[in-house]
Nanobody
Framework: QVQLVESGGGLVQPGGSLRLSCAAS????????MGWYRQAPGKERELVAA???????DYADSVKGRFTISRDNAKNTVYLEMNSLKPEDTAVYYC?????????WGNGTLITVSL
């Protein structure tokens, strides 16, 4: 079965950096589009960044220039490098895999940006 395991969340001060990782299994990773989503308290889940199997990336306007999504197909892993973090980036971050029209979600990892 498909399994997505996120790691790398935690507490960071404003202006700081974090890198999230999502290890995937049960998918043909190089053929699978991957994405990072986030859900802040009281808000809907939103797309942060996505990357196709071929490496084309797209970003939410709110994170452009600060976040970078990448993937290592040899390791079945997608990353989200987050710089210049702001308090409004505080949320649970979820990894999503999309294969053959079916979406699969990880359990999420909490990022808190605060002094």
């Amino acid at each position: 079965q498909v399994q997505l395991v996120e790691s790398g969340g935690g507490l960071v001060q404003p202006g700081g950096s974090l890198r999230l990782s999502c290890a995937a299994s049960g998918v043909i990773f190089s053929h699978t589009s991957m994405g990072w989503y986030r859900q802040a308290p009281g808000k809907e889940r939103e797309l942060v960044a996505a990357i196709t199997g071929g490496g084309s990336a797209d970003y939410a306007d709110s994170v452009k220039g600060r976040f970078t999504i990448s993937r290592d197909n040899a390791k079945n892993t997608v990353y989200l490098e987050m710089n210049s973090l702001k308090p409004e980036d505080t949320a649970v971050y979820y990894c999503k895999a999309a294969q053959y029209g079916i979406g699969y979600w990880g359990n999420g990892t909490l990022i808190t940006v605060s002094l």
